[in-house]
């Protein structure tokens, strides 16, 4: 069995439905218990819940630094290729969308992830898109083993793939795999993805339990906000992580509660998450599992993520780029266009000028929020009275 089975089975309407309808008595109740579970998620996650913000803030920062100490784990993102085969409705990176794509050489990957090692991270994500043709298996492994002599911890944020394609990945270095499932909701999911092997909902769903097969130590997930109702979105995201609890248990699990972000595409969004229920959710996530790692982006404004730190995150990104090449320009002879497949080569007096703030002409997936460098955020971080960590293991101890 897997949990695509085991989704089917939630009520996901009625769940819904006693949330927005719990108590304020009920809420509370939910509030001050010493070990809630998921049966107490939707009252934590109700608009009754928002009166005890202030006390759920404080159990969750309790808890947090109970498991993980005053820790904060930095990463950063490496997009290797914009290169895609999906057409999803909501991606920078969609089939359709007219944007300026480029696949990193392995030598340009290095040259990346390099200079990322120089800033201090030890931990990358390797980000590409869907396109076997330019981003097959093998491309993956070898990255993985190009920079894995410098580069301690490395996960992969791609298209799903079978349990034995992912193995050679993970010999060749890599511990974690993130895959966002972008909505639970099937109605919705089917709506914006339109084309690509991305419009299969099951295979995607049961993507971390190959990834587990396979070898991955660290698995991440995650639902992207803006898309449908973000209840929904947190019910099936919690239900989802305490099936991977049991499921994956050898693994470390991480969740992510991504909003959507302008990008190449002009979508915006269909439903509306606002800053405090964010706050009201992550402490919820934090409350009935605390032991999960949690993960927040670029994507949010410095001032929010300032507040979110100390309330339960414990990965972090900074000074990110989402398009392939963006920290040294790398790629940037090679950025073309791409229709059905074949490479279609710039005009001539095509301006080669980067976009402000970006080292390459390559579109991004999305627009940052946070530009703030590493050395500010990590400064920032040291002032709340954390410590910023960029390598917390190494393969070396369990060899």
């Known amino acids: 069995m897997s949990f695509v089975s085991e989704l089917n089975r939630i009520p996901m309407g009625d769940l819904i439905t006693r949330s927005i309808h719990t108590t304020r008595e009920e809420a509370a109740r939910a509030v001050a218990l010493a070990h809630p579970t998921l049966a107490d998620f939707p009252a934590l996650i109700s608009p009754a819940a928002l009166e005890f913000l202030e006390a759920m803030s404080l159990r969750s920062q309790q808890l947090t630094r109970q498991r993980f100490g005053k820790v904060v784990r930095f990463f950063a993102p490496l997009y290797l290729s914009n290169e895609c085969i999906n057409n999803c409705k909501y991606c920078g990176f969609s089939r359709d969308n007219a944007i300026l794509r480029v696949t990193l050489s392995m030598d340009e990957i290095e040259a990346e992830a390099r200079e990322l090692h120089s800033q201090g991270f030890r931990n990358i994500l390797l980000v590409a898109g869907e396109h076997p043709k330019f981003i097959s298996k093998d ?37 974690g795999l993130v895959v966002y499932q972008e909505t639970y909701d099937r109605t919705i999911y089917d709506v914006m993805h339109t084309a690509g092997p991305k419009k299969n909902f099951d295979w995607r769903l049961e993507t971390p339990e190959r990834a587990y097969d396979a070898g991955f130590r660290r698995i991440g997930i995650g639902a992207l906000y803006g898309l449908s109702d973000w209840r929904l979105e947190a019910m099936s995201l919690a239900a989802h992580t305490q099936y991977l ?59 929010l993520r300032d507040g979110l730190i100390p309330l339960g995150v414990t990965h972090l990104s900074a000074g990110s780029h989402t398009e392939p090449g963006g920290y040294t320009g790398a790629g940037r002879t090679n950025v073309h266009h791409t229709e059905k497949g074949r490479i279609i080569a710039l005009d001539e007096g095509t301006s080669m000028e980067p976009a402000d703030g970006r080292s390459t002409t390559a579109t991004g997936q999305f627009d940052i929020a946070d530009e703030r460098t590493v050395g500010e955020v990590a400064g920032l971080v040291s002032r709340l009275g954390y410590e910023p960590v960029f390598k917390d293991w190494d393969a070396a101890l369990t060899a």
């Open 245 to 303: 609890l049991r499921r994956c248990w050898k693994a470390q699990l991480t969740i992510a509660l991504p909003r959507l972000r302008p990008n190449a595409g002009d979508f915006e969004p269909l439903t509306h998450f606002p800053d405090r229920e964010m706050v009201q959710l992550l402490c919820a996530m934090r409350m009935i599992f605390p032991d999960i790692g949690i993960v927040l982006s670029t994507r949010e404004p410095a001032r």
């Open 139 to 175: 491309y993956l492994r070898d990255s993985v083993a190009r920079i894995k002599s410098f580069v301690p911890g490395i996960s992969l944020e791609i298209g799903p793939m079978e349990q034995d394609d992912y193995e050679p990945m993970v010999k060749a270095g890599a511990e």
